[in-house]
């Protein structure tokens, strides 16, 4: 048995001795990766928990996901990403201009862009798109009411509002659970208030654990 945490730790020149060795024979051809078991989402996903279960399996069980899913933003109207500034809000933001959207509003708590997220800012700004980063913290009643109150010709909202708190399961509590479900859990339910008059062609939730 190998708990590769603790023997680094413990003997970090055996863990180099290892690496290294990896990787001569990465490099050479002899080592090759896992076997891959590979089930389709939509029809085997019982089958690959089941061949979890039972132990038959060797190397990676994989689920695939269909590459498309089906979400065509409306190019028409603005569109409206929470934790717009971090990197998921700002690779969806330059996804939905590449699709056509000419308005988008970019939210964060700062209302600032992240410190490495120039280059998709540009890209987002290089589109033609009409673009603004505006302050938001979606955990907040009265932000979420004003931004939505400020965009009348609203037709897409994605929440990519996050906050990370993570840590061992021990140490979590009710401290550190609400500061997680603040942005995401109780933000998108502050927007879905918010926008239940507007007539929304899309509205997508990024989920986190």
């Known amino acids: 048995a190998i708990a590769l945490d603790a023997d680094m730790a413990y003997d970090p020149i055996w863990m180099h001795g290892v690496l290294g060795l990896l990787d001569t024979r990465a490099g050479s051809g002899a080592a090759t990766s896992l076997p891959v078991q590979s089930f389709g989402m939509a029809a085997q996903y019982e089958l690959a928990f089941r061949t ?35 990197g998921l809000g700002l690779l969806t933001a330059r996804w939905l201009v590449q ?76 401290r550190s659970l609400r500061r997680v479900y603040g942005a995401k859990a109780h933000g998108a339910w502050l927007l879905q208030l918010a926008c239940a008059a507007l007539p929304l062609a899309s509205c997508l939730h990024f989920s986190s654990i």
Do not use: M, N, Y
Request: glycine residues 14%; proline residues 3%.
């Open 99 to 174: 699709r056509g959207v000419r308005g988008l509003a970019l939210a964060s708590r700062s209302g600032a862009l992240a410190h490495d997220a120039a280059a998709e800012w540009e890209a987002v700004r290089a589109s033609g798109a009409a673009a603004s980063v505006e302050r938001c913290d979606a955990a907040e009643a009265t932000h979420v009411r004003r931004l939505v109150a400020a965009s009348p010709s609203l037709v897409g909202v994605w929440h990519a509002a996050g906050v990370l708190a993570d840590g061992l399961l021990p140490e979590q509590g009710a």
């Open 52 to 86: 979890l279960q039972s132990g038959r399996s060797f190397g990676k069980v994989v689920v695939r996901v269909a590459e498309a899913i089906g979400v065509t933003p409306s190019a028409g109207g603005a569109h409206l990403v929470s934790g717009g500034t971090g």
